[in-house]
């Protein structure tokens, strides 16, 4: 086994449970805009539907097809838009209300603080995220993360998102490390593990769907994060 010095995370579904926060503060902004007013009669149906938006337009993010600023209105709007709810003004209070409730949200993905625990006492660990680098700070202090933590690195900052290698190149000179003392870790076939594997990094492909996966090439794969434990 190599000896490495650095773990790399992904953060958004891979420690911070990012559907469980996304749900429940996404449930108190429908509450408090009473959003039945509009039509809107199942908040289930109404997440359903925004999360299938969402995870299109963080696809075209990723690829530069949108901004940011655009990223994070258009997936309220196009939400409202299906239920016939064309309000421009509403998404961008949907916008406002959403972003500053949901990385106040503490919870994190199960066995998280028990893994960085014990890899904290052997390793550094870092984090490198796609996500913008003023919510993701706020989710690493409410959810207590940011004390494992050596380096908190959003992608955005390098000037590229992963799996751009720019993006993982960005995080080695922060850290002041090559690609053979680090492993990068998360739950993105693409922008974690495809990013890292085309610069010669290893990888754990953090899989939740219970089963191994054929189609994604990793240098090891879970279900769990515990199972980190046994591999470093």
């Excluded at 420690?15 to 289930?44: K, M, P």
């Excluded at 949108?66 to 409202?80: A, S, W, Y």
């Excluded at 189609?215 to 515990?226: C, E, G, K, R």
């Amino acid at each position: 086994m190599k000896k490495y010095q650095h773990i790399i995370f992904d953060l958004d579904h891979t420690l911070w449970d990012f559907d469980r926060n996304s749900n429940i503060a996404l449930q108190e902004v429908y509450i408090e805009l009473e959003l039945h007013h509009f039509g809107i009669d199942d908040f289930n149906e109404f997440y359903r539907r925004y999360k299938i938006i969402n995870e299109e337009c963080w696809a075209d993010y990723r690829v530069n097809k949108i901004k940011k600023e655009v990223l994070r209105i258009i997936r309220f709007q196009r939400t409202l838009e299906s239920y016939g709810v064309y309000d421009k003004i509403l998404s961008e209070t949907i916008c406002e209300s959403y972003l500053y409730k949901s990385p106040r949200k503490p919870h994190v993905i199960e066995g998280t603080y028990e893994v960085l625990t014990q890899l904290q006492k052997k390793y550094k660990l870092h984090i490198l995220t796609n996500g913008f680098s003023e919510i993701q700070e706020i989710k690493m202090e409410s959810s207590k993360l940011n004390t494992y933590f050596t380096h908190i690195i959003a992608s955005e900052d390098a000037g590229e998102k992963k799996p751009h290698p720019q993006a993982f190149n960005f995080a080695l000179d922060k850290i002041g490390s090559n690609i053979n003392e680090c492993i990068m870790i998360g739950d993105n076939p693409e922008s974690d593990i495809d990013g890292a594997r085309k610069i010669g990094m290893d990888t754990i492909y953090f899989n939740r769907n219970g089963a191994y996966s054929k189609d994604v090439v990793a240098t090891y794969q879970i279900n769990h994060l515990i199972e980190i434990l046994p591999i470093l």
